[in-house]
């Protein structure tokens, strides 16, 4: 029924279950400093949210010092063949450049102390072999994402916090350089004449950079950082993301291959979760993913990642993600993931889903359950499918088991807000059903949002016959019960 098995012993947790793989992650909940809102008679500035100060994500400079600077990359450039330095590999480029840049500050006769001049030997090399200033960014491990607006603003996000930062590019030209040396690592280009780009670093980390004339005030650059000890669902508990019992509850869903759908909006921790549950996918199954750009990463031996390729200049050779998914099914897949469905893919994925695949997963950009549903039924339109409405939420209902909702809060802290079977049609309409819910009761002092997550106390959900073939109805009754103790004992 639920397609073929081996080695099921009720009761047993599954064999790919692990312990939490890396020390606690930066704690999502952070402080809010907005101005709380002011009486009707006070100034409008006062009304204004107050805008923090950057934060100090490099040293202090003075502009003397990015004169100095200059005038020494002049004289380098003038001295040595700067492209003969990438022959070289890192380390002994540096010290060739540590060399030069010596020299220079003595011929040139520049009063700097020890540590200013060592400062500047890193800066210098920062530009010239690594990422320029974006460098102290990239080597720091707390940091979510980045983003470069043009050459003199960069926020970055941490603990789900955006902040501006005092990173500055010495001038638009030099972002540029940097973008084009990002996206030439993986053999692609980014100029006027092609001035959208997604590329990815040598760590994995994912990059968009866009250009001008289409970007007005310089390059934008956004770097996804990818991390290496990925958040696992202990973490995500210790968070606050979930309870544990919510928490137990995706690990059978995970594992007795329930077809789920992870929705949310961007940044809200979908592919974070979506790699948290496959950890609960049994070792003896083959799974294959299809990715944007390879974010997954599976700890199972039988996996087969598979990435989309964008059209090259002349418009020609793109692999899309409908390429890939359809090309999956004739790899015998037990399980497709897809990272991210954003189009007429889905039509392909919930006919997988229908067609012997359980356990497949992807995600979906939607605010809630009921909205993955509705975007779900617009991509299909999408493919240019003229099914009747009713037909195409029949697939859906006959395709999909469960929703997971990701959310990033207002205080920038990250919850698992749903977790939520689609049940089946009543009529003209899919009908559904929450697990479990995180419900906001307000906000404290801090601007923290305060709220619990709860059971619904449904004690039978739909997939309770799926988790007794698997053998694991009793550990989903223990979650559900104990969910339910909870909430009383909390009440
Ligand atoms: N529950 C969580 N608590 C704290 N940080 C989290 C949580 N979930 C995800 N993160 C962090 O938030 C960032 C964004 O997560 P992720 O890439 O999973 O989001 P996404 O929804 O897939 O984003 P996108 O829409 O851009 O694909 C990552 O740095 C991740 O480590
Ligand atoms: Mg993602």
């Not at 409008?44 to 107050?50: D, E, G, P, T, V």
Request: proline fraction near 5%.
């Amino acid at each position: 029924m639920f397609g073929k098995r081996t080695n099921i012993t009720p009761g047993t947790p599954p064999a790919t279950l692990k312990p939490a793989a890396s020390p606690a992650a930066p704690a999502p909940e952070v402080r809010r400093e907005e101005a709380k809102p002011a009486a009707a008679s006070a100034p409008l500035a006062a009304m204004r949210k107050s805008t923090p100060p950057p934060v100090q994500a490099s040293p202090q400079r003075s502009d003397q010092y990015y004169q100095t600077k200059s005038m020494i990359f002049g004289a380098m450039i003038e001295s040595i063949d700067l492209s003969q330095l990438a022959k070289l590999d890192s380390a002994s480029a540096r010290d060739e450049l540590r060399d030069v840049i010596t020299e220079i500050l003595a011929l040139k006769n520049v009063a700097m102390s020890i540590s200013e001049q060592e400062d500047m030997l890193d800066d210098i090399c920062n530009d010239v072999l690594g990422f320029g200033p974006l460098e102290p960014l990239l080597a720091r491990d707390d940091i979510a994402d980045i983003m470069v607006n043009g050459a003199d603003r960069t926020f970055i996000e941490v603990a789900g916090k955006i902040q501006l930062t005092n990173i500055r590019f010495r001038d638009n030209a030099q972002l540029m350089n940097i973008c084009q040396r990002i996206v030439s690592q993986v053999g692609r280009r980014v100029d006027e004449s092609s001035p959208i780009c997604d590329a990815r670093l040598l760590d994995g980390s994912r990059v968009n950079v866009i250009a001008p004339p289409l970007a007005i005030d310089g390059a934008a650059l956004t770097i996804r950082k990818f991390k290496k000890d990925k958040l696992t669902l202990e973490q995500l508990t210790k968070f606050g993301s979930i309870s544990p019992e919510g928490a137990e509850v995706l690990k059978i869903i995970g594992r007795v291959r329930c077809n789920t759908v992870i929705s949310g909006g961007t940044g809200s921790g979908k592919t974070t979760l979506l790699n948290c549950l496959t950890r609960y996918i049994d070792e003896d199954e083959r799974i294959i993913t299809c990715e944007d750009a390879a974010e997954l990463q599976l700890q199972q031996a039988h996996v087969v990642r598979l990435e989309t390729r964008p059209p090259n200049l002349e418009g020609q050779g793109a692999i899309t993600m409908r390429d890939l998914v359809k090309n999956c099914l004739r790899m015998r897949p037990e399980r497709i993931i897809v990272g991210e469905v954003r189009g007429p893919e889905v039509f392909d994925l919930l006919q997988a889903m229908n067609t012997g695949h359980d356990g497949s997963m992807g995600t979906i950009h939607a605010n809630s359950p009921r909205e993955c549903l509705a975007r779900m039924e617009a991509m299909i339109a999408m493919g240019g499918y003229s099914l009747p409405p009713k037909t195409v939420r029949e697939m859906i209902t006959s395709s999909v088991d469960i929703i997971v909702q990701a959310q990033r809060l207002r205080d920038g802290s990250r919850r698992i807000t749903h977790i939520t079977e689609v049940m089946g049609m009543e009529g003209d309409v899919i009908v559904t059903q929450d697990l479990f819910v995180f419900d906001i009761q307000g906000e404290d002092a801090n601007g923290r949002v305060l709220g619990k997550h709860k059971s619904t106390g449904i004690g039978r959900p739909r997939m309770w016959e799926r988790a007794r073939y698997y053998g694991d109805d009793k550990r989903l009754a223990a979650a559900l019960d104990a969910a339910e103790v909870r909430d009383e004992r909390v009440a």
